[in-house]
């Protein structure tokens, strides 16, 4: 299922920092980047999530809120963006309902497949990228920062 053009599916889910997190809250103001990864404390979201926190003052100038999803609970969240120095939102998507929504739920494995969304400030998503298997990592901040930067 390609949700390119498509509104993005809405969600509210608990974060990291503290405070629940609706999507649509977004619409008309910001655009964003849904960055979804299996587990926190992996190898290869230790690498992932941090590149993109560095890199969160390049996503703020072009108006742009980061959010990590994947199925671990606030409080590991909590723990590994300490333990890692991550200072964007992570979402807790307990139950893998948004990673449904959004096609790249691994049900059989628990987890979220590894996967990138960007949403424009309407509302709409203008590019996914999912990867072929979770342990992945191909398109990295600075391309997400390019796609973001061609939507003005």
């Known amino acids: 299922m390609s ?3 498509q509104p993005a599916p809405d969600f ?3 974060a990291s920092t503290g405070e629940t997190i609706t999507l649509s809250s977004y619409r008309g103001q910001k655009n964003v980047v849904l960055v979804f990864y299996p587990l926190d404390f ?3 979201c230790s690498i992932q999530l941090p590149e993109y926190s560095g890199r969160q003052d390049d996503f703020t100038d072009t108006g742009t809120v980061v959010l990590g999803i994947n ?3 606030v409080h590991t ?3 590994w963006a300490a333990e890692y120095g991550i ?3 992570l979402l807790a998507d307990m139950t893998l309902d948004t990673a449904r929504k959004y096609g790249v739920a691994i049900d059989e494995r628990g987890i ?3 996967a990138v969304f960007v949403i424009d400030r309407a509302g709409v998503v203008q590019s996914a990228h999912v990867e072929a298997s979770p342990g992945e990592y191909t398109v990295r901040p600075e391309q997400v ?3 973001v930067r061609a939507l003005r």
């Open 3 to 5: 949700l390119i053009g």
């Open 12 to 14: 509210t889910l608990p």
């Open 42 to 44: 992996s190898s290869v």
């Open 71 to 73: 199925r671990d609970s």
């Open 77 to 79: 969240h909590k723990a």
């Open 87 to 89: 200072d964007i939102p």
């Open 112 to 114: 979220s497949g590894r």
């Open 145 to 147: 920062l390019a796609t």
